[in-house]
């Protein structure tokens, strides 16, 4: 059964910066697809960064620059580096592996705040 598994959520100041993991069993890694979505109270799911098999990144415009994905295909491990994090990055955090098919983890909360 394909798991994955989100750590590294928490509580930062505004400034501050987390790096998110994503650790996949039950699936050949290496070809998927990988990303982070992320969803705020009332809001709808929204892509944060996803990473092709070959190692391509994408991002929307509005976190380019603080946001970084990586992925280390002997870990089965999907990343996410988040620097100068505000406010309105606070949501649940979700990492997506996509082939044809497409899996979620459970999430994990990040939350920016003094």
């Known amino acids: 059964q394909v798991q994955l598994v989100e750590s590294g959520g928490g509580l930062v100041q505004p400034g501050g910066s987390l790096r998110l993991s994503c650790v996949a069993s039950?699936?050949?890694?290496?070809?998927?697809?990988m990303g982070w979505y992320r969803q705020a109270p009332g809001n709808q799911r929204e892509l944060v960064a996803t990473?092709?098999?070959?190692?391509?990144?994408n991002y929307p415009d509005s976190l380019k620059g603080r946001f970084t994905i990586s992925r280390d295909n002997a870990k089965n491990t999907v990343y996410l580096q988040m620097d100068r994090l505000k406010p309105e990055d606070t949501a649940v955090y979700y990492c997506?592996?996509?082939?044809?098919?497409?899996?979620w983890g459970q999430g994990t909360q990040v939350t920016v705040s003094s």
């Open positions: 039950d699936i050949t890694f290496e070809v998927y697809e």
């Open positions: 990473i092709t098999s070959g190692g391509n990144t």
């Open positions: 997506n592996a996509l082939l044809r098919m497409s899996y």
